[in-house]
Nanobody, 121 residues
């Protein structure tokens, strides 16, 4: 069982910044890709950014140049720094982690509970 604890969401004015964090804990042997997805009302969940174990990143075009993803492997934590936020960035943001179970050695995908980001004046 792996738990993901997200933090950092909230209400911010257009042009503002937020930093989301997601810490993974539990029966983890190793973590591969970590990422952030978001889902706005009435829309499908979409990838915002992802980072591999080797540090390669994939950033969605909609946030490229405004968002940075990073990770602290010692803390099993992934971060999403969001700058120059726009109202269209308003969504629930979900952490996503690909890991190898310490029990079975199998690959699993875990999702966080989601954190609300609202960009509004």
């Amino acid at each position: 069982q792996v738990q993901l604890v997200e933090s950092g969401g909230g209400l911010v004015q257009p042009g503002g910044s937020l930093r989301l964090s997601c810490a993974a804990s539990g029966s983890i042997d190793s973590i591969n890709t970590m990422g952030w997805y978001r889902q706005a009302p009435g829309k499908e969940r979409e990838l915002v950014a992802a980072i591999t174990g080797g540090g390669s990143t994939n950033i969605a075009d909609s946030v490229k140049g405004r968002c940075t993803i990073s990770r602290d492997n010692a803390k099993n934590t992934v971060y999403l720094q969001m700058n120059s936020l726009k109202p269209e960035d308003t969504a629930v943001y979900y952490c996503n982690v690909h890991y190898i179970s310490a029990y079975s050695g199998s690959h699993f995908i875990s999702w966080g509970q989601g954190t609300q980001v609202t960009v509004s004046s």
